[in-house]
């Protein structure tokens, strides 16, 4: 019954910015990790950002001081604030979330993914 759903993908100029939101819903206990991975044609899925269920945060180089990775618990829902956008940041998004259910399985999930494009 878990669910993650990605909104806030588009097209943006370069140095443009955007907000991704994932929010989570079903039967969750609890969560353990959460990240944005990304995917571009003829590249490998490649992980953005994470945060832990205590806040701490971890991102790729290509992306440091230029994303942020938040996450509102009451909401079940991680954000990815991307700045100073660039073309080569340009690919699906997805979250993904590594959570308990309710009846204490433990199990990683993914959204189906929002499309990111950079261009002028």
């Known amino acids: 019954q878990v669910q993650l759903v990605e909104s806030g993908g588009g097209l943006v100029q370069p140095g443009g910015s955007l907000r991704l939101s994932c929010a989570a819903s079903g039967s969750i206990f609890s969560f353990n990790n959460m990240g944005w991975y990304r995917q571009a044609p003829g590249k490998q899925r490649e992980l953005v950002a994470t945060?832990?269920?205590?806040?701490?945060?971890n991102y790729a180089d290509s992306v440091k001081a230029r994303f942020t990775i938040s996450r509102d618990n009451a909401k079940n829902t991680v954000y990815l604030q991307m700045n100073s956008l660039k073309p080569e940041d340009t690919a699906v998004y997805y979250c993904?979330?590594?959570?308990?259910?309710?009846?204490?399985?433990?199990?990683?999930?993914w959204g189906r993914g929002t499309q990111v494009t950079v261009s002028s």
């Open positions: 945060i832990t269920s205590g806040g701490s945060t």
């Open positions: 993904n979330a590594n959570l308990y259910t309710i009846s204490r399985q433990s199990g990683d999930y």
